[in-house]
């Protein structure tokens, strides 16, 4: 989940914003898990436009992913990971390769495009785990 402050809302940007939009100059990440930093593009009447989505769990991301299917184009998804998870001193963002889950214990594996393999919850991938659920691909969005 993220969240934000009054104080951080940024005032006077009606006219840019859909209905039930608001704008926010700091957003907060309270919990020290994975998220994800997506691009869509949308295609309306002819017009391609280009958002970036920040997704607060694997779970919200598999409801992004599907609605990118049908109505916008995923066109880049990074993971941002915590230290703990990455193996640095700081959070890292990399380009998703692909997201599999082990549907029978919930592990999801994370391939980076350099060829990195990273896991959650436990950071230490274990053998035998069958990540059977594809969530994301790279390779299909070509």
């Given at each position: 989940?993220?969240?934000?402050d009054?104080?951080?809302?940024?005032?006077?940007?009606?006219?840019?914003?859909?209905?039930?939009?608001?704008?926010?100059?700091?957003?907060?990440?309270?919990?020290?898990?994975?998220?994800?930093h997506?691009?869509?593009?949308?295609?309306?009447?002819?017009?391609?436009?280009?958002?970036?989505?920040?997704i607060?769990?694997?779970?919200?991301?598999?409801?992004?992913?599907?609605?990118?299917?049908?109505?916008?184009?995923?066109?880049?998804?990074?993971?941002?990971?915590?230290?703990?998870?990455?193996?640095?001193?700081?959070w890292?963002?990399?380009?998703?390769?692909?997201?599999?889950?082990?549907?029978?214990?919930?592990?999801?594996?994370?391939?980076?495009?350099?060829?990195?393999?990273?896991?959650?919850?436990?950071?230490?991938p274990?053998?035998?785990?069958?990540?059977?659920?594809?969530?994301?691909?790279?390779?299909?969005?070509?």
């Amino acid at each position: 989940m993220f969240v934000s402050d009054s104080r951080a809302e940024v005032k006077g940007l009606a006219a840019f914003l859909e209905p039930g939009q608001r704008g926010w100059r700091v957003i907060l990440k309270p919990q020290v898990s994975p998220w994800f930093h997506a691009t869509l593009v949308r295609c309306e009447e002819g017009f391609e436009t280009r958002s970036v989505v920040f997704i607060d769990s694997v779970h919200s991301l598999l409801s992004w992913v599907e609605m990118a299917q049908d109505e916008n184009r995923l066109e880049c998804l990074q993971l941002v990971s915590p230290a703990w998870m990455n193996g640095n001193q700081n959070w890292q963002m990399d380009v998703l390769s692909e997201v599999a889950q082990c549907v029978k214990e919930g592990r999801v594996r994370f391939n980076l495009s350099d060829g990195t393999v990273l896991c959650f919850p436990d950071p230490d991938p274990r053998s035998g785990v069958e990540y059977s659920k594809v969530i994301y691909s790279l390779a299909s969005l070509d």
